[in-house]
């Protein structure tokens, strides 16, 4: 559905955004995840056509930016960090007039109506926006974005701000429109990406440093995949079933957990899961496992991994 090629986006010597590629398919809620300053703003504002690019393409859903500017904004519904609110509106009238604005074709009332629904703001329709709270605020931006149904939906940190039942709200929100939408959702907060979104690209320094599903990011920074195990039998006789495990790399002994029990972390090749093969092999040497569980860093632990490593080859 979003196509970008080798992106750049020079400001004089600086590099905002420097040749980064992805692609978001149909139906997928894209996490796009960075500290402050990262370059995800600015990314988002070229796929809109807020700004213009240095190098690179963007097409979406097959055209490209450049050529057809008009047709592909009609494709995006986009939350920019502060909502392009009129304060002195009422929500309806807003609403109204950013569908006319976006030339939108669908039955006017009707459809401000559904979308209305959808974020739950049909309550306060007739109030002036200045009014509402900031959770409703953003509610009221999330309805804008909405209007004409646009295949693509681009959320800049649209939790920034918000106490914590508005952000459970908004998370619900984003959930259920990434159902029917193709979003795209930047946060420097790594709760907010973990609770949200199927795919994380983490950017550091306007570089992409991850892409990968939120399952397998910690997999994709380390290399490898890990087990914790508590087992009971002999040390070499566990080393021993341990080793020969296809995709194994490194075995370690890590803790004495008293009678003839132990703590072992078997590292081994991505792509595989070994966890039949190791129940096997300690049966059949005669030992008992005790604890099987994943030792694959924290997503926490993976971020924080990428963006220290790329500040450090920065300096």
């Known amino acids: 559905m979003v196509e970008v090629r080798n992106l750049t986006k020079r ?3 600086t590099k905002a955004v420097d040749n980064i590629s ?22 988002m504002n070229m796929i809109t056509g807020y700004i213009s690019s240095t190098e690179g393409t963007i097409t979406v859903d097959g055209t490209d930016i450049l050529d057809n500017p008009a047709k592909v904004k009609k494709l995006i519904g986009y939350l920019p960090e502060l909502p392009p609110l009129y304060v002195d509106m009422s929500v309806r009238k ?7 604005l976006k030339k939108v074709k669908l039955p006017k009332r009707e459809h401000i109506d559904e979308v ?27 309805a804008q974005a909405l209007l004409g149904n646009p295949p693509v939906l681009i959320l800049d940190e649209p939790t ?25 959702f930047s946060s420097h907060v790594l709760s907010e990406i973990s609770a949200t979104c199927d795919r994380i690209i983490v950017i550091s320094k306007g570089k992409i ?14 290399g490898e995949q890990k087990l914790n195990l508590d087992i009971e039998g002999s040390q ?33 090749n991505t792509g595989i899961d070994i966890r039949k093969d190791v129940f096997r092999a300690i049966a059949a040497a005669d030992c008992v496992i005790l604890n099987m569980q ?10 924080l991994k990428l963006v220290t490593e790329d500040q450090t080859q920065e300096v």
């Open 209 to 222: 440093v991850a892409d990968a599903k939120k399952e397998e990011l910690s997999t994709a920074v380390s």
């Open 116 to 142: 209305m629904r959808l974020v739950k703001i049909t309550d306060v329709q007739d109030r002036i926006i200045k009014h509402l709270s900031k959770g409703y605020r953003q509610r009221v931006g999330f």
């Open 22 to 43: 992805f692609t978001v398919n149909t139906g997928e809620v894209l996490g796009f995840l960075g500290p402050n300053g990262a370059g995800k703003s600015t990314t």
């Open 94 to 100: 807003y609403l109204e007039f950013m569908f006319e």
């Open 11 to 13: 400001y004089g010597s």
């Open 236 to 268: 070499n006789t566990v080393l021993d079933a341990l080793k020969v495990i296809p995709g194994v790399k490194k075995i370690r002994r890590t803790m004495d957990l008293g009678s003839s029990a132990a703590r072992y972390i078997v590292e081994y």
């Open 160 to 184: 920034v701000g918000l106490d914590p039942q508005q952000i459970i709200e908004i998370r619900k929100l984003i959930k259920s429109l990434g159902k029917k939408h193709t979003v795209i």
């Open 294 to 303: 994943s030792g694959n860093e924290t997503l926490e632990d993976s971020f």
